[in-house]
């Protein structure tokens, strides 16, 4: 099949390109814009039984302007002096100011005595917005709002901040918008550097950029496509993240194809035959691997937290479209090249002492030191997982001079860190409430250890209807709130008034929910991507042992991953926790994308003993010939998702750094060495049960990639 593809492509090159300059056309110009179903509201990727969803739910219904978003506008002198009396005047009136100023999405604008801190620096005005966070028209909202506090305290030594959710979200959105400009920057520098260095060629190195930006806007359009077609919204990571993937193992594929094509070249092949050859043979192992990609991110779908199941649908669509380019699109463009392909440099010559020469004669002689050495460091390196801690606090997450941070910071110095977000309860009833009981609902919350106020029940408009919101002592970001809303405020909540059902919802509720998801999503999506990824490898290397050991190779490069993660931001870095995504998916990152290198060598090796040669020979064989290839894929890869350290964004640094160590890890130390020296160590039993080539064993010319007996000519 690929050898027909490569044919096919390599003799008609401009039909091939014009029917993606066709299709791409299409797909950028009537397909919607991915901002438009992008969103960052934790809450509404929660499926509808969870309590938070359901107590906002009554919210809305009966309350809309506790339950949709919020804000605190935070007022403090300039100087961080206490406030005078004429200060609070001001400070509270600039609330009567801004709601007659009926700023279009903003319900309310109120301060009420309480609003003063008890250290008497800071007014904390409360604002309530149409809608939920993340709306059109509560985003448009925010900016005017911050922009008419200060223009209504300019010279009055007063400065204000707002916060809150609906702050937070703008907030958010803008950065990871800045986020997308400095990781798209950055990997474009890094790609035409790194490929200009390896193949010393300013073709090789525009082609890859071109080409990739042309298929992120074609996976952009077709992700919102789906977005509309089936309803869903997707997370403000999605995009970032599908910039780093799509020149990540666009890239790698890219290189795959390079290195084989040159190495054909190299020994003599004429360029169109070398690119027919290199497209049927490197297509098999592309293919594979792309294929294992889908499959662990197809896991995702079994997610039930919707933040996780919708990255699904765009990441597959991104790596389908990418394994098609790289199999039509970029060989045709190699094939208008030839020669010219490769200037100004030329395609070179193999270097008679190559350093994974040596590395493969080392690892067939003593592959258990390889092996051994490779796994100690490995589990080392993994221990430190076990120290893992999550957060959930997004707020932190932003750079620290984000406004809604710095707001929060001010408030957090005179008020409990709870009143950025209080939590609201809320008793629905089959007829008229009982203030009674209701009064005896709230002081038995007062009662709970970790609450700092409680206030005084409000009734709806249905009588049956009413709300408590409760003040946390802690960040209502923090793992601390959390478990104080999961354990005891639910259990003293629930069951408090007969013959009514009681809800805590609000942001602290929504992460409790979130959280509890995750485990269970955790628990589902880590065996079946396994189970997929493994019936990939089977059928690839019709071996049995072989993907077993690719696994448990797989798994202990994640665990050192996690505990390099760990190590880094928890130990180094003083982080009070690590980003709650983190885990599964770097999960999927490490074990889907780090699987494409022990795909090459695995197959090559694979190749090397159904040719004939004994185990530990095709060990060798393979290290020496493909090697360069995985490190030179692996670095390209581990700087492309480093360039998410640039962004200030805590999750996406924690990420980038994540990923780029465990493709390091698979390309330096698994791929070309611990999977090797396990194959080399079980021998035949490795491959069982593939076959044996009859016939004595070709030549090592032969098996580094000139077409021989069984490989595909044109």
């Known amino acids: 099949m690929f050898g027909y593809l490569a044919r096919t492509v390599v003799a008609h090159p401009w039909r091939v390109i014009a029917l993606w300059v066709i299709a791409a056309a299409a797909v950028l110009v009537f397909t919607p814009s991915l901002g438009k179903y992008t969103t960052g509201n934790q809450q509404s990727f929660l499926p509808q039984s969870f309590e938070s969803v359901q107590a906002q739910a009554v919210g809305t219904e009966y309350f809309p302007a506790q339950s949709g978003a919020t804000g605190s506008l935070v007022v403090s002198r300039a100087d961080g002096a206490p406030l005078s009396p004429t200060d609070q005047a001001t400070a509270t009136g600039l609330a009567t100011t801004l709601q007659n100023a009926a700023i279009e999405g903003v319900l309310a604008v109120q301060a009420t005595p309480q609003s003063l801190s008890p250290d008497g620096r800071v007014v904390a005005i409360q604002v309530a917005f149409a809608g939920q966070p993340g709306d059109d028209q509560v985003d448009a909202a925010v900016p005017v709002l911050r922009d008419d506090a200060t223009a209504a305290l300019q010279d009055t030594g007063l400065v204000s901040g707002l916060t809150g959710n609906a702050a937070i979200q703008v907030d958010t959105t803008a950065a990871y918008d800045h986020a997308d400009r400095i990781i798209t920057v950055a990997t474009v520098i890094l790609i035409l550097a790194l490929l200009g260095a390896i193949f ?27 977005a509309y077609l089936l309803d869903f919204q997707v997370s403000t990571t999605l995009q970032s993240i599908l910039v780093v993937v799509l020149f990540g193992i666009g890239t790698d594929y890219i290189v795959f194809l390079l290195f084989r094509y040159r190495e054909l070249v190299r020994s003599g092949v004429e360029p169109r035959e070398a690119l027919v050859t290199a497209v049927a043979v490197v297509g098999r192992v592309v293919a594979s691997s792309a294929l294992t990609v889908i499959g662990a991110f197809a896991a995702l779908l079994l997610a039930k937290l919707e933040s996780l199941s919708t990255l699904a649908p765009g990441l597959i669509v991104a790596v389908a479209v990418m394994l098609v380019t790289a199999l039509t699109l970029v060989p045709a463009l190699f094939a208008l090249l030839g020669p010219r392909l490769f200037w100004p440099g030329g395609p070179g010559r193999d270097s008679a002492h190559s350093p994974f020469a040596a590395v493969g004669a080392f690892t067939a002689r003593r592959p258990a030191v390889s092996a051994a050495a490779v796994g100690v460091v490995l589990i080392v390196l993994g221990l430190f997982a076990t120290g893992y801690r999550s957060t959930y606090n997004t707020l932190g997450e932003l750079p620290s001079d984000t406004s809604s941070q ?138 049995i042992l072989a993907p077993l050991n690719l696994l448990a190779c797989v798994a202990l490069t994640f665990a050192a991953t996690l505990g390099a993660v760990v190590l880094l931001f928890l130990h180094v870095r003083g982080y009070s926790g690590i980003d709650f995504s983190i885990p599964i998916v770097l999960y999927l990152f490490v074990v889907a994308i780090g699987t494409d290198y022990n795909i090459l060598i695995a197959a090559r090796i694979h190749e090397e003993f159904r040719r004939g040669h004994d185990p530990r020979s095709a060990v060798r064989i393979a290290i020496s010939n493909d090697a360069a290839t995985v490190a030179a894929a692996g670095v390209i890869l581990a700087c492309t998702f480093a360039s998410l350290m640039l962004t200030g964004l805590a999750n996406l640094s924690e990420l980038g750094f994540g990923v780029a160590v465990g493709i390091l890890i698979a390309a ?7 999977v090797p020296g396990l194959a080399a160590l079980e021998g035949r039993p490795f491959w069982w049960p593939t076959r044996v080539a009859e016939s004595a064993p070709q030549s090592e010319t032969v098996s580094a990639g000139a077409p021989g007996p069984d490989r595909p000519r044109p």
Not at 207 to 222: D, E, H, N, T
Not at 421 to 427: A, D, K, M, R
Request: aromatic fraction near 6%; charge should be negative.
């Open 668 to 674: 330096f130390a698994m791929a070309p060495l611990l």
């Open 406 to 543: 710095q707001a929060f910071d001010t408030l957090g110095r005179s008020f409990p860190a709870g009143a950025l977000s209080p939590t609201q309860v809320y008793v629905v009833g089959p007829g008229p409430l009982d203030p009674g009981a209701l009064t005896a609902l709230g002081a038995d919350l007062a009662q709970v250890p970790g609450v700092a106020s409680v206030a005084p029940p409000k009734p709806g408009q249905d009588p049956a209807v009413a709300l408590i919101s409760v003040v946390l002592q802690d960040d209502p970001y923090g793992n601390a709130a959390l478990d104080l809303v999961e354990g005891p405020l639910r259990a003293a909540a629930h069951g408090s008034v007969p013959g009514a059902q009681v809800y805590v919802g609000g942001q602290t509720s929504t992460y409790v929910d979130v959280r509890s998801q995750l485990h269970a999503d955790t628990r589902s999506v880590f065996p079946v991507a396994a189970v997929i990824i493994f019936v990939i490898l089977a059928l690839l290397l019709t071996a």
């Open 200 to 226: 010393r060629s300013a073709v090789v190195a525009v082609i890859p950029v071109l080409v990739i930006g042309v298929v992120l806007g074609v996976v952009s359009g077709l992700t919102a496509l789906l």
